[in-house]
T-cell receptor, first 112, second 122 residues
Framework: KQEVTQIPAALSVPEGENLVLNCSFTDSAIYNLQWFRQDPGKGLTSLLLIQSSQREQTSGRLNASLDKSSGRSTLYIAASQPGDSATYLCAVRAGNNRKLIWGLGTSLAVNP | GAGVSQSPSNKVTEKGKDVELRCDPISGHTALYWYRQRLGQGLEFLIYFQGNSAPDKSGLPSDRFSAERTGESVSTLTIQRTQQEDSAVYLC????????????????????FGAGSRLTVL
C-alpha cells in the first residue's frame, strides 16, 4: 500500500533563506509525483509535476527532484519570501491507479 | 471557464439534512475528482470521473455519498442525512486527462483545484 510522508510537518524560516521540503513514498512504482501549495480559502495550486522518467522539474525559484529508487522527492525553494508562506503538499500517482495518494503537507512560514 | 468553480463556498447545515455541492470544471477537461479534507488531516479521495467511463467511486465513505457528472461538464456531490463527521472542506479538481492516460504530455495530468466548499454540520 502506497504511503506518502512529508517532513517536516512545519517549518519557520527568515526571509531570504533557501529551504528544502521532503516527501517520501513507500512504493517506487509511481506514474508521477506532484507538488502543490495550499492557501487558506484558495484551494490548491499545482506547482510542479514530475513524471516517473524525470529527475527534476524547475519553475522559477522552485526546483523539485525525484529519486524513485529511494522513494524520495524534494522541493527546493530559493530565496524564500513571505508570500511563499503556505502548506506544501506532495502527491503521488501509482502506475495503474487513477488516485493520487497525498502527504499531510508541510506548513511553511517565511518571516519578514 | 478560466478555473474550477465550486459552490457554495460555505454551507452550514443541520444534522440529518441533505446537501448538494457543485463543481464546474475547466472547459475541455475530461477528468474530474472530488476530495475531502477534514480539519488537520490530509486530502481524502472520494470519486473520479473520466469522460464517459464509469466513475471510480471507491473513495466514497458511505452510501450517503453520491456524485454525478453529465458528460464532461458540471458535477454535483450529494450528501444525504448529513452527520457531524461529514464536516470538512470538499475540493473538486479537474485535469485535461486522467491518470495513466496522458502519454508523453505530463501537463495533461496536472490537476487544477477549486477553492473548495466548506461544509459544517451542526
Amino acid at each position: 500500500k502506497q504511503e506518502v510522508t512529508q517532513i517536516p510537518a512545519a517549518l519557520s524560516v527568515p526571509e531570504g533563506e533557501n529551504l528544502v521540503l521532503n516527501c517520501s513514498f513507500t512504493d517506487s512504482a509511481i506514474y508521477n509525483l506532484q507538488w502543490f501549495r495550499q492557501d487558506p480559502g484558495k484551494g490548491l495550486t499545482s506547482l510542479l509535476l514530475i513524471q516517473s522518467s524525470q529527475r527534476e522539474q524547475t519553475s522559477g525559484r522552485l526546483n523539485a527532484s525525484l529519486d524513485k529508487s529511494s522513494g524520495r522527492s524534494t522541493l527546493y525553494i530559493a530565496a524564500s519570501q513571505p508570500g511563499d508562506s503556505a502548506t506544501y503538499l506532495c502527491a503521488v500517482r501509482a502506475g495503474n491507479n487513477r488516485k493520487l495518494i497525498w502527504g499531510l503537507g508541510t506548513s511553511l512560514a517565511v518571516n519578514p | 471557464g478560466a478555473g474550477v468553480s465550486q459552490s457554495p463556498s460555505n454551507k452550514v447545515t443541520e444534522k440529518g439534512k441533505d446537501v448538494e455541492l457543485r463543481c464546474d470544471p475547466i472547459s475541455g477537461h475530461t477528468a474530474l475528482y472530488w476530495y475531502r479534507q477534514r480539519l488537520g488531516q490530509g486530502l481524502e479521495f472520494l470519486i473520479y470521473f473520466q469522460g464517459n467511463s464509469a466513475p471510480d467511486k471507491s473513495g466514497l465513505p458511505s452510501d450517503r455519498f453520491s456524485a454525478e457528472r453529465t458528460g464532461e461538464s458540471v458535477s454535483t456531490l450529494t450528501i444525504q442525512r448529513t452527520q457531524q463527521e461529514d464536516s470538512a472542506v470538499y475540493l473538486c479538481a479537474s485535469s485535461l486527462v486522467g491518470g495513466g492516460l496522458a502519454g508523453a504530455y505530463s501537463g495533461a495530468n496536472v490537476l487544477t483545484f477549486g477553492a473548495g466548499s466548506r461544509l459544517t454540520v451542526l
